[in-house]
């Protein structure tokens, strides 16, 4: 079984920073990619940014030059460096992990992210 956990959310004025991490455990294939979604409520789960573990990276267009994904080599642990937040940037992030090899992947239980005065 495998377990995905966020944390580092909270409350951040508009143009502040904030930084998300996500790690996973148990049973991970070699090959996986790990992204961020964000979900409002009464909206659909949006995609923001992933993360192959061999690098590959991609954006949702509105946070490009904000928003900057990493990863840790070796491990399946990833973060989301926030900066320049925008009021539009509130939302549950959740974390995900995808085995393409196995064919499934897994959620995290999400972290409230609020910008806000």
């Known amino acids: 079984q495998v377990h995905v956990v966020e944390s580092g959310g909270g409350l951040v004025q508009p143009g502040g920073s904030l930084r998300l991490s996500c790690g996973a455990s148990g049973r991970i294939s070699r090959d996986y990619a790990m992204s961020w979604h964000r979900q409002v409520p009464g909206e659909q789960r949006e995609f923001v940014a992933s993360?192959?573990?061999?690098?590959?990276?991609n954006y949702r267009d509105s946070v490009k030059g904000r928003f900057t994904i990493s990863k840790e080599e070796g491990k399946p642990t990833v973060a989301l460096q926030m900066n320049s937040m925008k009021p539009e940037d509130t939302a549950v992030y959740y974390c995900f992990l995808y085995m393409e090899v196995l064919g499934y992947g897994v959620w995290g239980q999400g972290t409230q992210v609020t910008v806000s005065s």
């Open positions: 993360i192959t573990n061999g690098g590959t990276i």
